[in-house]
């Protein structure tokens, strides 16, 4: 499975883990598969690696949010990880960003 494995867009988990699952736990799951929670909110995934299932719940749907980033970012060229920074603003607040801090694209983070 592409999306989970990375191989294809290396910076995809990093911005994920970053952006969506800040305070995610993996947590046990039959052979095969994987499963985590956002502590958060308590939304969690399972899926199987071969991505014949995958199953979600919580507030939010954790593996829709993950598959929209890699479209997103197989659509801008697969970038690598070096394109992309952090902003921390006087408020505390922080966001990632593509390419520079004015970019259109920007993920604020919780």
């Known amino acids: 499975m592409a999306v989970l494995r990375g191989e294809e ?3 995809l988990w990093p911005v994920a883990l970053t952006t969506f699952l800040p305070h995610y736990v993996r947590v046990p799951a039959p052979r095969g598969q994987i499963a985590f ?3 958060t909110d ?3 995934v399972r899926l199987r690696v071969d ?3 995958v199953i ?3 507030p939010r749907l954790l593996w829709d949010g993950i598959e929209d980033l890699y479209h997103l970012l197989d659509q801008m060229g697969r970038p ?3 394109r992309f920074g952090l902003t921390v603003r006087p408020d505390s607040s922080q966001f990632l960003w593509l390419d520079s ?3 259109e694209y920007q993920w604020e983070l919780r």
Do not use: K
């Open 80 to 82: 690598q990880r070096d």
């Open 9 to 11: 867009i290396p910076s």
């Open 56 to 58: 979600q719940g919580g």
């Open 101 to 103: 801090p004015e970019s």
């Open 42 to 44: 308590r939304s969690w």
């Open 37 to 39: 929670t956002d502590m």
């Open 51 to 53: 991505g014949s299932e």
